[in-house]
């Protein structure tokens, strides 16, 4: 079980003084306090705590008795303080000149305290207690050696974290007749967040921006065209990692015999050539609006350019630490997206539709100068690749020799029931990539299977109005979508654990055996090809249902309509139903830790006064 128990604070405040009608200066301020405090709690016959009883051995179980109760207490303190200046003015004899300056500062800080606690032997459903017993010798401490030993190496681990920002930023802006708007933006940013050097601090960000509102200038006489505007705009961005020390962090440790002292270790190494992550984004798009707006909406391109990417490097093993944060490759994107609401029906019943398409794709730009080349890899694969081998179903009895040899000649002592592995490519003399099989089964035979990330997103939904009711339908959904149901990793793949008692998936039963020779998924004897494969690769495109919402909006209320403006109940239910194929618990999970998305039914007022 989860108890989550949290609360804010904010507060924000803004002084306005105007020195002309033109010309005016802004100060704001905003304060945030955030704690949470969460307790996640596993009983005594969870399959968590069985894990942790290592099959009932006292001596190697490391939570012998009662629960696991895991504690995470954070703080979060942020303040932010912003100052600018704005002018604003029409110019020209029908105004039809627009100007616009702003020019700001802004402070803001983040401190972050946290502290993380496991302790084990826990009884939350008897008073919250803990085992009690005595170690009065030697006997008594091997009792439960695994058990003492991890409570004597478990400590509370404390997270500080201070980040500061501080930036300046202009915007200039200029419109003509509203036809054509130009925008230009420029920020520049310092963080205590990169390394000694104060010119990596510093970071520039600038965007420019251009608009043309064609059904206001070439075709401002076609009846049904409403709005038609095209949009443009070009920009750097940055971005960094909260986490990163300016200094050299010692970590203190304990009282070391050898050493006749307390003895220290590195805990972080700061990079003094740590740079921003630099973002630059080309964007083009078109709104529109047709037949008196009964049909509007916007489509979009982008191509995206991350350099400098922030990732790990690996220094040399004389070094005292394994690795080091630093500025390492680049990475592209392209994307679509396409929206659009109808007004199906208009008057006393109406309805309107809107349908959101987007993609995107992630391509690596350059790699990481320590990267070693796969031979079934290439410099600019996309992102989040499946690299596989190719199933081609299981062994079965007629894939054996008298003997009991395999027939398949890159897999001789392979076993019936076991997944067969397609043999599709070899090497030639000077170890390259060669078609065709070479009666072995080696990464020369790993393909590309796609991506882990969704090729499209749909979105639609209605809503619809009648004498004060409203009823709204959404649903949304992912297809070319892929993944290993990651339940089944632990609890079929590996269903040799059965002999020791754990808990398996219910899947477990279809697996193949000598009396289940079409059983569906391969035999808990140990496979020595193992490989990760297309076998367990599953469809996971799914449409889901994220609300239906009805209300109603009462009449107005005699002698209460000065007061009350408008009266709404309503109620909601997030989540109702998903349909797909995929066997895992949720398709939009990517991992079996990751807590599935919750049914949610809620009522509620709404009173405008």
């Known amino acids: 079980s989860r108890y989550i128990d949290q609360y804010s604070v904010s507060i924000t405040g803004q002084l306005q003084y105007k020195f002309t009608e033109d010309f005016k200066l802004i100060g704001t301020g905003s304060y945030q306090f955030n704690y949470t405090n969460e307790e996640e709690w596993f009983g005594e016959d969870s399959n968590h705590t069985a894990l942790l009883r290592a099959n009932q051995s006292k001596y190697a179980s490391t939570c012998p008795f009662g629960g696991t109760l895991k504690t995470i207490t954070t703080k979060n303190n942020s303040y932010t303080l912003r100052l600018q200046a704005d002018y604003s003015k029409y110019l020209g004899m029908e105004r039809q000149h627009f100007t616009n300056v702003m020019l700001g500062y802004e402070l803001s800080s983040t401190e972050y305290n946290g502290v993380a606690e496991e302790v084990r032997g826990y009884y939350k459903d008897r008073g919250k207690t803990f085992p009690t017993y005595t170690i009065n010798q030697p006997a008594d401490f091997e009792a439960y050696y695994a058990y003492h030993r991890w409570n004597a190496n478990n400590n509370p681990v404390y997270t500080d974290q201070l980040t500061n920002l501080m930036s300046g930023f202009l915007t200039l802006t200029y419109g003509y007749d509203d036809r054509y708007i130009l925008n230009f933006n420029a920020r520049a940013d310092w963080s205590n967040a990169f390394g000694s050097r104060s010119n990596e601090k510093l970071f520039p960000v600038w965007s420019i ?233 080696d990464d020369a035979d790993v393909v590309y299977l796609g991506t882990k990330t969704s090729k499209f997103y749909l979105g639609f939904g209605n809503t619809f109005a009648y004498k004060g009711f409203d009823l709204n339908i959404f649903f949304y959904g992912y297809l070319g979508r892929q993944l290993e149901n990651p339940a089944y990793d632990w609890y079929l793949k590996r269903s040799w654990f059965l002999k020791n008692g754990v808990n398996m998936a219910t899947a477990v039963r279809d697996r193949w055996a000598h009396d289940n020779q079409s059983g569906k998924y391969p035999t808990s004897i140990m496979n020595p090809y193992d490989r990760s494969s297309d076998f367990w690769l599953e469809n996971a495109n799914f449409l889901r249902c994220k609300n239906i919402t009805l209300g109603y909006t009462l009449p107005k209320i005699k002698n209460l309509d000065k007061v009350i403006q408008n009266l709404r109940v309503y109620g909601d239910v997030q989540n109702p139903f998903i349909i797909t194929k995929y066997s895992g618990v949720d398709p939009e999970m990517d991992s079996m830790a990751a807590y599935p998305t919750q049914l949610t039914v809620s009522f509620g007022v709404d009173i405008t006064f």
């Not at 973002?279 to 982008?302: A, K, P, Y």
């Not at 008298?402 to 398949?408: E, F, H, N, S, W």
């Open 209 to 441: 921006s251009g608009r043309w509102n064609i059904s206001n200038d070439v075709l401002k006489d076609i009846d049904w065209i409403e709005n038609l505007a095209l949009r443009l705009s070009y920009g750097l961005q940055g971005n960094m990692m909260n986490n990163q020390p300016t200094r050299l962090i010692i970590k203190k440790g304990d009282y070391n015999e050898t050493l006749g002292g307390f003895a220290s270790t590195i805990g972080a190494y700061p990079n003094p050539n740590l740079k921003w992550e630099t973002t630059t984004e080309l964007n083009v798009g078109l709104d529109f609006g047709f037949f008196q707006n009964r049909i509007t909406g916007s489509m979009e391109f982008f191509t995206r350019r991350v350099d400098d990417l922030l990732d790990e490097k690996v220094l040399m093993q004389y070094n005292p630490i394994s690795k080091v944060m630093a500025n390492i490759g680049a990475k592209g994107s392209k994307g679509f997206e396409l929206g659009i609401n109808t007004r199906n029906l208009i008057g006393e019943f109406s309805w309107s539709t809107d349908v959101v398409f987007s993609l995107y794709r992630d391509r690596w730009l350059e790699r990481n100068p320590q990267w070693k080349k796969a031979i079934y890899e290439n410099e600019k694969d996309m992102l989040n690749s499946y690299y596989l081998y190719i199933s081609d179903g299981l062994v079965q009895p007629g894939d054996m020799n008298p003997d009991g040899t395999c027939k398949l000649p890159h897999m001789p002592n392979a076993k019936p029931g076991m997944i067969k592995y397609k043999d599709l490519n070899g090497r030639d003399e000077d170890g390259n990539l060669m078609e065709g099989p070479d009666g072995k089964l």
